[in-house]
């Protein structure tokens, strides 16, 4: 349901994801609804719930879910009706989550209280790596949905109409709020897709949510997911106007915006949610610049940015990923030809991953060009903008107190060219935080947080001074990863068609089939080389080209016929 909230302005947005009920109380064992709140940097450390923290040291104007709001107890196979009801029931009701005391003490805070939004992910939809296979899909869609409207009533004092699950099929919605009170003429529009119930297999189906596999499921669908990604042999581009240095390119007849016809043929979002979403990111001839929204928050429940192919993304579709950011470009694009003054900010979000992280696309550009030999290329020198993301996963589960580190760390390190390469970002070893010279990013409980700074002009219609920064913060509510305060302008773009294709085939990107065949072209070379050489030795063999030898050869006999 696309709604539009007239009187709530948005200056501070809280999100994360990946909550699981039944963990808060055996690592929180502190918590409580205790209502001692005399102090509240003592009540945040005091109790661990991780709401207390979003309460209390980051006071949102609005929460968004990213995805896993609710975790089934069972982890064989499909979440039942019933046992997903129930856990959004305790959700709302248990004292020791510290969820519905996050939703009162917001009320109580502003004039309008606070909005709750978002999209749902694989373990709220009900089954692990499930897409459009899942049974029920209207139903688990309305459980959903009335979860959200249930928390937004609680958090907030405006009579908020229910969302109907038969208004469309899938849980994408639009929201549109105004932005900081000190800039009237801003505003902010946030865009939430549903990436699962349209969403087609992986290119080889992911293992992770069969029911024979409960315990090694991630791990298996982790190792088929690299496979995928490893072997995919990635299509050529040829694109005579592109001013990219990289030499890779892309049949004619698979870069249509709009085409499917990758050679998977799979899809991320059905038609439906793209006509929906192409509607909002397109602008007429009569739209007025100053109607447009400052501050665009996309959601995906999943990465769309990252080069790390072990966990489901974006990546794993590039067509599909392509057909996104082209849109979003386009969008850009237009509106900085229409006036190249315009400030204003395109921003994804993510969960789904277990850890927190920044992603830059100018950092994926980088190093494209440098693997293709292009050493002169440096981040400014990329001169078209980037495209960021922030992904915030894991409220009450993370990698850092999980088994799947051993494995995935690693991992982590070496598929790191995504990462926005932040200097100022904090090293905190205490909260293991894995931060060097090619990784940063934080491995423990987290949240993320939007602050949309205000314009110091004096007059109220110059919103360029506006400013976004973007947060990760550890469950004490500590900020951690950071992009500093930047101008709008500094989350705006306009790339070229090759610079997009680039960013959407990082992941999916057959990097060890690349090394194969540039081995095999290694062994041509030498190959080659081995029959020039023995040819040469088999040439040296014959008489013809050794005449000196048949001249020795005669030198006797011609010295007898002369005496």
């Known amino acids: 349901m ?37 102090s509240a940097s003592s009540s945040v450390r005091s109790n661990g719930t991780i709401w207390h923290s979003i309460t209390h040291k980051t006071k949102p104007d609005l929460f968004l879910w990213l995805g896993d709001a609710v ?18 029931q305790t959700m709302l009701t248990d004292t020791r989550i510290g969820y519905t005391d996050f939703l009162h003490s917001m009320q109580s805070s502003t004039t309008a209280g606070m909005i709750i939004g978002g999209t749902w992910d694989d ?49 994408y919605s639009a929201m549109t709020f105004h932005g900081p009170s000190s800039s009237s003429s801003s505003s902010i529009l946030v865009l939430s897709l549903d990436t699962r119930s349209g969403r087609d297999y992986h290119i080889i189906p992911s293992l992770g949510g069969n029911k024979y596999f409960p315990k090694l499921g991630s791990i298996i669908g982790s190792f088929t997911r690299w496979l995928t990604a490893a072997f995919y042999r990635v299509p050529l581009y040829s694109n005579a106007s592109s001013s990219s240095t990289s030499s890779r390119s892309i049949n004619t007849d698979e870069k ?53 192919p072990l966990f489901e993304s974006w990546g794993h ?9 082209r849109l979003v470009n386009d969008y850009s694009k237009t509106r900085k030809e229409r006036n190249t003054n315009d400030s204003f900010a395109i921003l994804f979000l993510s969960g789904d991953v277990h850890h927190g992280e920044i992603l830059d696309s100018s950092q994926i550009l980088l190093s494209s060009r440098t693997h293709h030999g292009d050493t002169t290329t440096t981040t400014s020198s990329i001169m078209n903008g980037r495209i960021m993301e922030v992904t915030s996963s894991g409220m009450t589960h993370s990698l850092s107190n999980s088994f799947h580190k051993i494995f995935v760390g690693p991992a982590l390190d070496i598929f790191s060219s995504h990462r926005y390469k932040a200097t100022n970002n904090k090293n905190n070893n205490k909260n293991r935080t894995r931060m060097n010279h090619t990784s940063f990013y934080f491995l423990g409980r987290n949240y993320g947080s939007i602050q949309i700074h205000g314009s110091s ?29 930047q101008p709008l302008s500094f989350y705006s773009f306009n790339m070229t068609d090759q610079e997009l294709y680039d960013i959407a085939y990082s992941c999916l990107n057959g990097h060890v089939l690349n090394r194969i065949l540039q081995g095999m072209s290694y062994l041509h070379n030498i190959s080659v080389l081995l029959v020039v050489v023995f040819m040469g030795l088999v040439l040296w063999k014959r008489r013809e080209i ?7 050869q005669l030198q006797p006999s011609t010295k007898t016929k002369s005496s």
């Open 457 to 485: 002009s004096t007059n109220p219609q110059d919103d360029d001074e506006l400013q976004l920064q973007i947060n990760i913060h550890n469950h004490h509510g500590d900020v951690i990863l950071t992009s500093m305060p």
């Open 123 to 171: 373990h709220d939809y009900g089954g692990n790596d499930y897409g459009k296979e899942m049974i029920e899909k209207i139903q688990r869609q309305g459980l959903f949905l009335k979860f959200l409207h249930n928390s937004t009533k609680l958090a907030s004092k405006l009579e908020v109409s229910s969302s109907s699950s038969s208004l469309r099929q899938g849980v």
């Open 2 to 38: 696309d709604t539009v909230f007239e009187s709530i302005s948005i200056q501070t947005i809280a999100f994360g994801s990946c909550h699981k009920n039944s963990y808060v109380s055996s690592q929180d064992p502190s918590c409580s609804s205790s209502s001692d709140n005399s």
């Open 546 to 552: 050794r005449p000196w030898r048949r001249r020795k």
């Open 71 to 88: 975790y089934s107890p069972n982890s064989k196979g499909i979440a039942s009706l019933d046992t997903l009801a129930k856990e959004y």
């Open 256 to 308: 249509s915006s709009g085409s499917n016809a990758s050679s998977s043929n799979r899809v991320m979002l059905d038609e439906e949610q793209w006509k929906w979403l192409e509607q909002y990111l397109s602008i007429s001839s009569s739209s007025s610049v100053e109607n447009l929204p400052s501050v665009i928050l996309i959601l995906s429940s999943i990465q769309v940015l990252t080069t790390n």
């Open 317 to 325: 579709f590039p067509q599909e990923k392509l057909r996104l950011l």
